[in-house]
C-alpha cells in the first residue's frame, strides 16, 4: 500500500495535466475507432495506433523538460533557421503524394515537416513579440514578424500544401492580433491585401483562372467534378441524424463513396456512424482542450509561455474550424486534418508535443491577477 501511495504522490503524476491529457486522449481514441470502423483491412488503424503511443510517450517526457532555455533567441532562431533548411530540402528529396511534395519517405514511417513548422512558427511569433512588447504598436513590427511566417508560410505553400498554408497564416494573424499591435496598422495591411487581390481578379487573371477560384471557393457548385468530395462529405454527416448509423455501419464510408476517410474526411466519418450525439460529444471535448490551453495562457510565468499558449490554441482552433467547415460543405477542400484525431503520424506527435511544451511550461506558472494579464498581453508592462 505504501508503494502505491509512494507512486501516486510522485512528482511526476502530480506535474501532468491529466483532464487535458485525457481529452485529447478520447479525440484520438475517436479517430482511431473510426478508422478501424471502415474497411477489414486494418493498416490505418495500426499505423495510428504505434503513432499515438509514440505521440503519448513524447507528451510525458515533454511535461518533465524545463522549456525556460526557449526564452533564448539563440535557441528559437536556430530552430527556425534548421526548420527553414528542411523544408527547403524537401524540394529535392520529399516524396510526391497526390501531387505536393510534402513529405520525408523512410520506408517505415514517413515525416511531414510543415507540421512540427507550425510549432516553430509559434515559438518564433512568441519570442519576438516578448522582446518587444513595449514598442509593440509600431507598423515595422506586423512586417517583421509577417517575414518570419511568410518564410515558412511560402515553403509550404509551394509544396503546395495550401491547407498547411492555411493554418500557418491563421497563427501569424492570431499572435499578431493579440500582442497588441495596433489594430488600425493590421486593418492597413488586410486592406492592402483585399486591394491587391481586387487588382488581380479585374486587371490579370483569365477566366478560367476565375473558375477555379470560385470552384475552390464554392466547391458544391461543382459536385461532379471538383465538388464531389465536399458533396460526398456533407452526405455523410447528414445521413449520420441524431445517434448515427453505428460503428462499422457508415455506408459512405463502407462503400467508400467517401474519399480521404481517415484524413481529410474523418469528421464527415465519425459524424455518419456517432451522429449529432457523438459530434456534440466531440465539440465538448475539443472545447475543453481549447479552454484549457487559454488557462495556461493565463498563468503563463511571462509574455513569452502567454503568447506560446494563444498561438498554440489559435493551431487547434484553425485545424478544427477548416476541417469541420470543409466537411460540411462551409469551406473549400484543403487536406487539413482535425487535431489528435485525423490518421498521420506528423501532426499527431506535434500536437501532443505542444500540450506536452505546455504542461512543462506550466510547472514554472504564476498565479497572474487578470489586469496584470491584460496588460502584458497588450505591452504595458515589462518582462
Known amino acids: 500500500m505504501s508503494f502505491i501511495y509512494t507512486i501516486i504522490n510522485s512528482r511526476f503524476i502530480k506535474s501532468v495535466d491529466w483532464l487535458l491529457f485525457s481529452a485529447a486522449f478520447l479525440v484520438s481514441i475517436a479517430g482511431l475507432i473510426t478508422m478501424n470502423s471502415f474497411v477489414s483491412d486494418n493498416y490505418f488503424f495500426e499505423k495510428q495506433l504505434i503513432s499515438l503511443s509514440i505521440s503519448i510517450v513524447l507528451f510525458f517526457v515533454c511535461t518533465q523538460i524545463d522549456w525556460r532555455f526557449l526564452r533564448k533567441t539563440s535557441v528559437v532562431m536556430f530552430i527556425f533557421l534548421i526548420t527553414t533548411i528542411v523544408l527547403m530540402t524537401l524540394f529535392v528529396l520529399g516524396n510526391v503524394v497526390k501531387g505536393a511534395q510534402s513529405w520525408f519517405d523512410f520506408g517505415f514511417f514517413s515525416f511531414q515537416p510543415s507540421d512540427p513548422a507550425k510549432l516553430v512558427i509559434i515559438l518564433v511569433l512568441a519570442k519576438y513579440f516578448t522582446r518587444r512588447h513595449i514598442e509593440i504598436a509600431h507598423v515595422r513590427h506586423i512586417l517583421i514578424s509577417a517575414l518570419y511566417a511568410g518564410t515558412i508560410f511560402a515553403l509550404v505553400l509551394?509544396?503546395?500544401?495550401?491547407?498547411?498554408?492555411?493554418?500557418?497564416?491563421?497563427?501569424?494573424?492570431?499572435?499578431?492580433?493579440?500582442?497588441?499591435?495596433?489594430?488600425?496598422?493590421?486593418?492597413?495591411?488586410?486592406?492592402?491585401?483585399?486591394?491587391?487581390?481586387?487588382?488581380?481578379?479585374?486587371?490579370?487573371?483569365?477566366?478560367?483562372?476565375?473558375?477555379?477560384?470560385?470552384?475552390?471557393?464554392?466547391?458544391?457548385?461543382?459536385?461532379?467534378?471538383?465538388?464531389?468530395?465536399?458533396?460526398?462529405?456533407?452526405?455523410?454527416?447528414?445521413?449520420?441524424?441524431?445517434?448515427?448509423?453505428?460503428?462499422?455501419?457508415?455506408?459512405?464510408?463502407?462503400?467508400?463513396?467517401?474519399?480521404?476517410?481517415?484524413?481529410?474526411?474523418?469528421?464527415?466519418?465519425?459524424?455518419?456512424?456517432?451522429?449529432?450525439?457523438?459530434?456534440?460529444?466531440?465539440?465538448?471535448?475539443?472545447?475543453?482542450?481549447?479552454?484549457?490551453?487559454?488557462?495556461?495562457?493565463?498563468?503563463?510565468?511571462?509574455?513569452?509561455?502567454?503568447?506560446?499558449?494563444?498561438?498554440?490554441?489559435?493551431?487547434?482552433?484553425?485545424?478544427?474550424?477548416?476541417?469541420?467547415?470543409?466537411?460540411?460543405?462551409?469551406?473549400?477542400?484543403?487536406?487539413?486534418?482535425?487535431?489528435?484525431?485525423?490518421?498521420?503520424?506528423?501532426?499527431?506527435?506535434?500536437?501532443?508535443?505542444?500540450?506536452?511544451?505546455?504542461?512543462?511550461?506550466?510547472?514554472?506558472?504564476?498565479?497572474?491577477?487578470?489586469?496584470?494579464?491584460?496588460?502584458?498581453?497588450?505591452?504595458?508592462?515589462?518582462?
Not at 479585374?202 to 473558375?211: E, G, I, R, S, T
Not at 459512405?252 to 451522429?275: N, R, V
Not at 450525439?277 to 482542450?289: Q, T
Not at 481549447?290 to 490554441?313: D, P
Open 158 to 383: 509551394l509544396q503546395p500544401d495550401f491547407g498547411s498554408a492555411i493554418i500557418i497564416l491563421s497563427i501569424w494573424f492570431g499572435m499578431v492580433f493579440v500582442s497588441g499591435i495596433s489594430k488600425k496598422h493590421l486593418l492597413a495591411v488586410m486592406f492592402l491585401g483585399l486591394v491587391a487581390f481586387a487588382c488581380l481578379w479585374l486587371f490579370v487573371f483569365q477566366p478560367y483562372q476565375k473558375a477555379r477560384i470560385m470552384t475552390f471557393i464554392h466547391p458544391l457548385a461543382d459536385i461532379r467534378g471538383t465538388g464531389y468530395n465536399a458533396y460526398q462529405s456533407t452526405i455523410a454527416v447528414g445521413s449520420g441524424q441524431l445517434v448515427g448509423k453505428g460503428v462499422g455501419y457508415g455506408t459512405q464510408s463502407k462503400l467508400q463513396f467517401l474519399p480521404e476517410y481517415q484524413t481529410d474526411f474523418i469528421f464527415a466519418a465519425f459524424a455518419e456512424e456517432w451522429g449529432f450525439v457523438g459530434v456534440l460529444a466531440i465539440f465538448v471535448l475539443y472545447a475543453f482542450i481549447v479552454f484549457k490551453i487559454l488557462h495556461y495562457a493565463v498563468r503563463g510565468a511571462s509574455n513569452f509561455e502567454m503568447l506560446f499558449a494563444v498561438g498554440f490554441a489559435v493551431l487547434i482552433v484553425s485545424h478544427f474550424i477548416v476541417h469541420v467547415g470543409m466537411n460540411i460543405g462551409l469551406l473549400p477542400i484543403t487536406g487539413t486534418t482535425i487535431p489528435f484525431m485525423s490518421y498521420g503520424g506528423s501532426h499527431l506527435v506535434t500536437e501532443f508535443m505542444g500540450l506536452g511544451i505546455l504542461v512543462g511550461m506550466g510547472k514554472y506558472k504564476k498565479v497572474a491577477h487578470r489586469s496584470i494579464f491584460e496588460n502584458e498581453m497588450v505591452g504595458v508592462s515589462g518582462v
